[in-house]
């Protein structure tokens, strides 16, 4: 059985970092493509950042720049540090493979970006 245990996120001013932890089990993350998604009030849930299993990486226009997703895979662990945060990161943070398996999802953990 697949576990995905999010946690790491807090209330941080504009202009903050907060760094993501995805601590996995029952799944080895360096054999998957993972991803991080994020998902805000009133919005459907999005893909923000992937490491393939290959270890590239990608990442959607709005957080380019900012955000770095990286793994340990001694932990198997998927990292989301985020730069530079703006009231529009403001949502719920997952990770999950890419592509998601809905039975994967865990508790979210949530970013709130407000001075």
């Known amino acids: 059985q697949v576990h995905l245990v999010e946690s790491g996120g807090g209330l941080v001013q504009p202009g903050g970092s907060l760094r993501l932890s995805c601590a996995a089990s029952?799944?080895?993350?360096?054999?998957?493509?993972m991803g991080w998604y994020r998902q805000a009030p009133g919005k459907q849930r999005e893909l923000v950042a992937q490491?393939?299993?290959?270890?590239?990486?990608n990442y959607v226009d709005s957080v380019k720049g900012r955000f770095t997703i990286s793994r340990d895979n001694a932990k198997n662990t998927v990292y989301l540090q985020m730069n530079s945060l703006k009231p529009d990161d403001t949502a719920v943070y997952y990770c999950?493979?890419?592509?998601?398996?809905?039975?994967?999802w865990g508790q979210g953990t949530q970013v709130t970006v407000s001075s």
């Open positions: 490491i393939l299993s290959s270890g590239s990486t």
């Open positions: 999950n493979t890419n592509p998601r398996r809905t039975a994967y």
């Open positions: 029952g799944i080895i993350i360096n054999y998957n493509n």
